[in-house]
């Protein structure tokens, strides 16, 4: 915990990763929640215990859902890497603060625009905006490390 405390930059990010780990949970949360509502089981024992087999099939809604799911693991696991190693390579808190709260705000749009279907291209630009900070914090630990090469 003492680790913790003397580097700021790695505090805030742990709050936000915290924060994109539990988002993460809830996307979980809610396919599982619109398989039982709308009886499209992925495997033909969950079928038979919520009704019989013919509840062993596809929605689309149900694939939107785990799809937005994908895509954050995608995501969010690289940021998490990238986020961990950047906190240690001493940015200024304002300028981490912001690569990790731009990526978090972008990811929450990119999971509300997947879920609700909102018109392109908010998911293509959600999905844009949280590049940045993580393209930024991979450069920035390259010219960090690059002379250990």
Do not use: W
């Not at 790695?10 to 709050?15: A, D, L, T």
């Amino acid at each position: 915990m003492a680790f913790l405390t003397r580097n700021e930059v790695f505090s805030c990010f742990v709050f936000y990763a915290v924060l994109l780990v539990i988002k993460m949970y809830i996307l979980a949360i809610i396919t599982g929640q619109v398989r039982l509502r709308k009886k499209a089981f992925a495997n033909p024992e969950d079928a038979l215990r919520h009704g019989g087999l013919q509840f062993h099939r596809e929605d689309p809604y149900v694939e939107r859902c785990r799809r937005a799911h994908m895509n954050d693991l995608e995501n969010i696991l690289p940021f998490l890497f990238l986020g961990a190693i950047y906190s240690m390579i001493g940015p200024s808190l304002p300028v981490a603060r912001l690569h990790f709260l731009v990526f978090f705000l972008a990811r929450v749009l990119h999971s509300v625009a997947y879920l609700f279907a909102l018109r392109a291209p908010t998911r293509s630009l959600a999905y844009i905006v949280a590049q940045i900070p993580c393209v930024s914090m991979a450069l920035q630990i390259l010219v960090a490390v690059a002379a250990y090469a």
